[in-house]
């Protein structure tokens, strides 16, 4: 009987709490907060040409409301207000759908006309060189649509297609000059193009045509065979200073190949005896005087006549360069390609190919320029490979800095025994000293460039001076007493005696124009007189 009695009251107690509990959530749900009229928004959809309208719950976003709708936004659509706004007021909603789309169209690029001079022609007589071919010029439009109407059209893409080439005329002109013979190749660079000169003065022919040659680099192989050359621009950004290419010189029409290198300002040569393999060093483009800053390192690449590149090696890493080194070292190869000299403002040596490292042989005394620009010495190897000519900066007595000395000279230095003997005084600061080939008895000359003002070198003119090897014999070939010299620039000698008389060329310009020394003659003879030639080189 108890036990009953304790289970009734046991369920009674359960019945209870529950009922308790029921209250308790009926008297909950009265309280919370019910949609009223006042809690719904209305709003407009406008999207795909309709309106549509309906009443939303305040706070939902408006991406919330486009699902709702099924209306499903591109990458380009525009949506007012911005998808993730909360609405909290009446308002519209506005889908603008955006499209893009590509139209290529094709440009003639008009070739342009070049007029030759040349003074080989008689008077007024023209010869068509090379025929004018137009090129083409590829230009993607970007067009964008908004709900179907053109809003824009720019310009997306250029690309040349094929690059024009320039119709070359020759024109003759009125003052002629006697063709010679020639022996080997020689190019010169007139008006940003390359020509060649082969077997005599008077057969010339275009190599490059392009018009943009800068004369950085201007070099032929050994073999004649190739031309290494830069072109400004051409990299893929915009600060781009200039680019390398190559081109065969015997290929009628022969295409310029781009070598995929660029920024070079100071050093890009063949090396010697080497098949297609070229060594070069770069700079930084710089927004700031002089345009650059360098990176005074070494690479070598060998390519296939193709040009495809089938080797590549960084020799020295770029580096400091040593004093004023923001300018650039330079580098010049001995004649038997076994050896790299290099020259800086504070120094010249040869370069480590094996340990990848300077070698210092003189140490030089920079100078201070006091501009944009610092002074480096030129460079010339004997024909033998064992010795190296140089400027050398010498100190004057009573001034403040030794590095403003106006007091250079030519000096060489024998690399097996060591000495550095002093050969020609007071040349000024680029005498530029080239040695010959090899004459009669192993014996060659030694050419220079004498300044006519030796302690204001850097803005007088120069006179061409040849010495024997040894500094003796020192004689001025160029120009006659009390004419006006030349500018500063680099010497060429004919890369063998000429069949004709047995004697070396020296090849130098003059007032923008060709001229030939002949050794034997000791005679200057004028080449051209267009007055437009910037750089030579023979081989």
């Not at 009695?5 to 959530?25: E, H, Q, T, V, Y």
């Not at 749900?29 to 407009?44: A, D, H, K």
């Not at 004997?382 to 050398?392: C, D, E, G, M, T």
Request: aromatic share 10%; with cysteine.
């Amino acid at each position: 009987m108890i036990g009953d009695r304790l289970n009734s009251k046991i369920i009674l107690a359960s019945k209870i709490l529950l009922f308790l509990a029921f209250l308790a959530f009926l008297l909950t749900s009265c309280n919370q907060p019910q949609p009223t009229q006042e809690s719904l928004i209305s709003i407009r959809i406008i999207a795909d040409g309709k309106q549509e309208r309906a009443e939303v719950l305040a706070g939902v976003t408006v991406q919330g409301i486009l699902d709702r709708f099924n209306i499903t936004l591109n990458n380009l659509d525009k949506v007012t207000p911005h998808p993730s706004t909360p609405v909290t007021a009446s308002i519209d909603i506005v889908v603008v759908r955006v499209r893009e789309s590509f139209e290529i169209q094709e440009k003639v690029i008009p070739f342009e006309q070049q007029v030759v001079r040349n003074e080989s022609m008689p008077e007024g007589q023209t010869l068509l060189i090379q025929p004018g071919v137009n090129g083409v010029q590829q230009i993607t439009h970007r067009k964008v649509f908004e709900d179907s109407k053109e809003v824009s059209n720019t310009i997306f893409k250029t690309a040349v297609l094929t690059e024009p080439r320039p119709e070359i005329v020759m024109v003759g002109v009125q003052k002629p000059f006697t063709p010679v013979n020639l022996p080997g190749k020689l190019v010169y660079l007139a008006g940003g193009n390359a020509w060649l000169m082969e077997r005599s003065s008077g057969n010339r022919k275009p190599v490059v045509t392009t018009g943009d040659l800068d004369g950085r680099v201007f070099s032929l192989s050994d073999n004649g065979e190739w031309l290494l050359f830069t072109r400004k621009g051409g990299g893929e950004s915009k600060d781009t200073i200039n680019s390398l290419w190559m081109v065969q010189t015997d290929q009628e029409g022969a295409k310029p190949i781009s070598l995929r290198v660029n920024n070079i300002i100071h050093f890009a040569a063949w090396q010697p005896g080497s098949q297609l393999t070229i060594t070069f060093s770069t700079v930084e483009p710089r927004l700031t005087a002089p345009g650059w800053q360098a990176n005074n390192d070494l690479h070598r690449i060998s390519y296939a006549p193709s040009g495809m590149m089938l080797k590549r090696e960084k020799i020295i890493e770029s580096n400091s360069g040593g004093v004023y080194g923001w300018w650039g070292t330079n580098f010049a190869w001995s004649p038997d390609g076994k050896q790299l000299a290099y020259s800086r403002p504070d120094g010249i040596g040869l370069v480590d190919l094996e340990k990848a490292q300077f070698q210092p042989l003189v140490s030089l005394l920079p100078y201070q320029a006091r501009g944009d620009w610092a002074w480096v010495s030129g460079i010339g190897w004997s024909p033998k490979s064992n010795v190296l000519y140089f400027s050398n900066h010498l100190t004057k007595a009573g001034l403040v800095s030794e590095e403003t000395s106006p007091i250079f000279d030519m000096s060489a230095f024998v690399l097996k025994s060591g000495p550095m003997l002093q050969l020609a005084p007071l040349t000024g600061m680029f005498a530029y000293p080239a040695p010959s080939p090899l004459y009669s008895n192993n014996r060659f000359l030694v050419a220079y460039l004498q300044s006519l003002q030796p302690e204001q070198s850097e803005t007088s003119k120069y006179r061409i001076v040849i010495m024997d090897r040894d500094g003796s014999n020192r004689r001025t070939i160029f120009p006659l007493e009390g004419s006006q010299g030349v500018e500063p620039q680099k010497l060429v000698w004919a890369p063998v005696r000429s069949p004709d008389t047995n004697s070396l060329w020296l090849a130098f310009l003059f007032q923008g124009n060709l001229w030939l020394y002949q050794q034997g003659q000791n005679i200057s003879t004028q080449i051209t007189g267009d007055g437009l030639i910037t750089k030579i080189d023979w081989k």
